[in-house]
């Protein structure tokens, strides 16, 4: 068998492929790294794969020894080329030319899950969209167990941080509100052809099986939340007038006190949970007005 290096050389010389950066292609090339991916992803037979950005199909293959299906979705038509050469021979694997938002995920697990149990998102993500597509993959409410992706290190940093931590922002709560997040495993950008600016983390997000903290309404929550990171110098009673949702000061300043916090703190400070408290007295407030 060769390595991952030898096989990414040899289809990029092949098919005279040059990484397209502005769809973030950055091929990994380390045997060990894919081993820890597939490792964390603890994926068996009875498992149906969906893998974001397969590229030339370097963890794909492994996805494919080691799942019931693998369902692999790529934006980059020369990379579907490959793919489609590459791996003819399975009949458990599906791929799409499609970009990842757009695509309804919510059908195609449908349409596919047949008599598989579980299903799990495994991926080398493209950095450029890297928020959009695990905002897409919580929001969308799927019936997924894990998601286990290559980010670049600042996001895995921001992600995994506790609420109120320094490194934390609007993601860390939007994350923890949905699942459990952990570092998996530092990855040098030596990793990858061509090497990225920037290091990387492997990172695993096991979906909760209802969201961490009661709420009356989520759009209030998130918008509160992303107010109060927009300008985080900034106190939590000018993140909420930021919002728009309310724009008496003297109201948000009661509603802060009446949850038992400092009218002047900021709202990097606050907990999931006062963030939820919050959400709700300021969503019971607006709806009595
Ligand atoms: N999985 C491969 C690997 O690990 O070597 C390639 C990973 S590379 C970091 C990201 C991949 O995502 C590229 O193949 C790129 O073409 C693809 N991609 C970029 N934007 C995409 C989108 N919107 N939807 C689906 N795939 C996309």
Redesign the pocket.
Known sequence: MQSSLED?KFILKKYKITA?KK??????IDDEVIHNIVEASNINRNDLVI??????????SKLLENAGKVIA????KK?ITILEDRFKLYDNFILLN????KVDLKKLIKDNISNLQKVKIV???????TTPIIMKLLEDRLNIESITV?VQKEVADRITARPGDKLSGAITYSVDYYAKAEKIVFVDKKS?IPSPEVDSEVIRLTIREKPKVELLDEETFFKIIKASFMQRRKTLINGIMNSGIIKDKQKIKEIIEGIGLDANIRGEKLTLEEFANLSNSVYKTISKS
């Open positions: 990414t397209n769809l973030g292609q950055n091929f990994l893998e974001i950005g397969p590229g030339l199909g370097t963890l794909t979705i790529e934006l980059d990379m499609q970009d990842i938002l991926a080398n993500l493209p950095y450029y969209i290559m990858f």
